[in-house]
C-alpha cells in the first residue's frame, strides 16, 4: 500500500509496513508485531516526537558509546527489520560490534537476519557461530547465549527494545546497558544504564549524529546521567501529552 507523505500518521505506517516486512521476510517473529503495537501505542502518546528527556539521553548513551572499550549492539528481530542502515552506521562511527541475540532463537532466523545487515553493509555479524558461544548467568531465556568475542567480553551493551530480565542480569555481570524503549515503565527501560525513550527508528538516527558531533570534541569523561530521574520526567512529559490530548 503506498501511503501518501501527508498522511497525520505517515510516518507510523511506514515503520509498520518495515515490521510487516521484516515479518514477511523471516526477521521478525510473530510476538515482535504485538511487541511493536506495544511500542505504537507510547509513541501515539508521545506525540511521535522525539522527547527534550530523550535528547538528553541520547547525549549520554552517544558519551558512553565512545568512551566505551568494547561497545557491542545487542540486535533483534525487530531491530532487524526496523533500522538495518542504522544499526551498520552506529557501529562504523562508534566501533561497536554487532551481535544478533534473540529471543525466541532460530539458527534459521539468525542467518536471514545477519544478511539483511550485510546487505546494509556490515563487515561482521558475531552470535552466528556455536564454536563462540557463552553463557550470561542468571538468565534463563535463549537471550543467556552469547558471542564469547560480543557481548561476553563487552563493556557497554546496546540491547534496543526488549522488556524483560535480560538487562538485570548483564548488569550483574558487569555490563553497562543503554536501551530504546517507548515504555519507561518496562523492566529493560527502568533497569537499564541509559533508556532511549523513543521510537528506536528516530533515536537511532538522532545517536548517529550526536555520536559524529561528539566524536569531533573532547569527550567529558566526568559527566553523570541519573536514569531515574531522566525516565521520571519522560513519564510526566507522557502524562501532560495525555491530559492535553483528552481536552482536545
Ligand atoms: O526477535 P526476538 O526473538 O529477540 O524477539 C523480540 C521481541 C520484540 C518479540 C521481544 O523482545 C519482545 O517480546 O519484546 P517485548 O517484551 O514486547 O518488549 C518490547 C519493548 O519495546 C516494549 O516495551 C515496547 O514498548 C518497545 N518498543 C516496541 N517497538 C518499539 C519500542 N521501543 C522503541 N521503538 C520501537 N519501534
Given at each position: 500500500?503506498?501511503?501518501?507523505?501527508?498522511?497525520?500518521?505517515?510516518?507510523?505506517?511506514?515503520?509498520?509496513?518495515?515490521?510487516?516486512?521484516?515479518?514477511?521476510?523471516?526477521?521478525?517473529?510473530?510476538?515482535?508485531?504485538?511487541?511493536?503495537?506495544?511500542?505504537?501505542?507510547?509513541?501515539?502518546?508521545?506525540?511521535?516526537?522525539?522527547?527534550?528527556?530523550?535528547?538528553?539521553?541520547?547525549?549520554?548513551?552517544?558519551?558512553?558509546?565512545?568512551?566505551?572499550k568494547?561497545?557491542?549492539?545487542?540486535?533483534?528481530?525487530?531491530?532487524?527489520?526496523?533500522?538495518?542502515?542504522?544499526?551498520?552506521?552506529?557501529?562504523?562511527?562508534?566501533?561497536?560490534?554487532?551481535?544478533?541475540?534473540?529471543?525466541?532463537?532460530?539458527?534459521?532466523?539468525?542467518?536471514?537476519?545477519?544478511?539483511?545487515?550485510?546487505?546494509?553493509?556490515?563487515?561482521?555479524?558475531?552470535?552466528?557461530?556455536?564454536?563462540?558461544?557463552?553463557?550470561?548467568?542468571?538468565?534463563?531465556?535463549k537471550?543467556?547465549?552469547?558471542?564469547?568475542?560480543?557481548?561476553?567480553?563487552?563493556?557497554?551493551?546496546?540491547?534496543?527494545?526488549?522488556?524483560?530480565?535480560?538487562?538485570?542480569?548483564?548488569?550483574?555481570?558487569?555490563?553497562?546497558?543503554?536501551?530504546?524503549?517507548?515504555?519507561?515503565?518496562?523492566?529493560?527501560?527502568?533497569?537499564?544504564?541509559?533508556?532511549?525513550?523513543?521510537?528506536?527508528?528516530?533515536?537511532?538516527?538522532?545517536?548517529?549524529?550526536?555520536?559524529?558531533?561528539?566524536?569531533k570534541?573532547?569527550?567529558?569523561?566526568?559527566?553523570?546521567?541519573?536514569?531515574?530521574?531522566?525516565?521520571?520526567?519522560s513519564?510526566?512529559a507522557?502524562?501532560?501529552?495525555?491530559?492535553?490530548?483528552?481536552?482536545?
Amino acid at each position: 500500500m503506498l501511503i501518501p507523505r501527508s498522511h497525520p500518521r505517515a510516518a507510523s505506517l511506514h515503520i509498520r509496513e518495515k515490521l510487516v516486512r521484516g515479518y514477511r521476510e523471516g526477521l521478525v517473529v510473530e510476538e515482535g508485531l504485538l511487541a511493536h503495537g506495544r511500542g505504537e501505542m507510547f509513541d501515539y502518546i508521545i506525540g511521535e516526537k522525539t522527547l527534550k528527556t530523550s535528547h538528553e539521553a541520547i547525549k549520554a548513551a552517544s558519551r558512553m558509546l565512545l568512551l566505551a572499550k568494547r561497545p557491542v549492539i545487542s540486535v533483534n528481530g525487530n531491530l532487524a527489520a526496523l533500522c538495518p542502515k542504522e544499526i551498520v552506521l552506529l557501529a562504523k562511527v562508534t566501533g561497536a560490534k554487532i551481535e544478533v541475540n534473540l529471543f525466541y532463537a532460530s539458527k534459521k532466523r539468525k542467518n536471514a537476519i545477519a544478511l539483511e545487515l550485510k546487505k546494509n553493509g556490515a563487515k561482521e555479524v558475531l552470535g552466528l557461530d556455536a564454536k563462540f558461544s557463552q553463557k550470561i548467568p542468571n538468565l534463563d531465556s535463549k537471550r543467556r547465549v552469547v558471542d564469547e568475542r560480543g557481548i561476553f567480553i563487552a563493556d557497554v551493551v546496546l540491547v534496543p527494545l526488549e522488556d524483560g530480565d535480560r538487562t538485570a542480569a548483564l548488569k550483574k555481570f558487569g555490563k553497562k546497558v543503554i536501551t530504546f524503549d517507548l515504555n519507561p515503565m518496562s523492566r529493560t527501560a527502568q533497569t537499564a544504564d541509559i533508556t532511549i525513550v523513543d521510537n528506536v527508528t528516530r533515536g537511532m538516527q538522532i545517536l548517529i549524529l550526536v555520536c559524529k558531533n561528539m566524536k569531533k570534541s573532547r569527550l567529558d569523561k566526568n559527566s553523570k546521567f541519573d536514569n531515574k530521574k531522566n525516565l521520571s520526567q519522560s513519564i510526566l512529559a507522557i502524562k501532560n501529552n495525555l491530559g492535553r490530548m483528552a481536552h482536545a
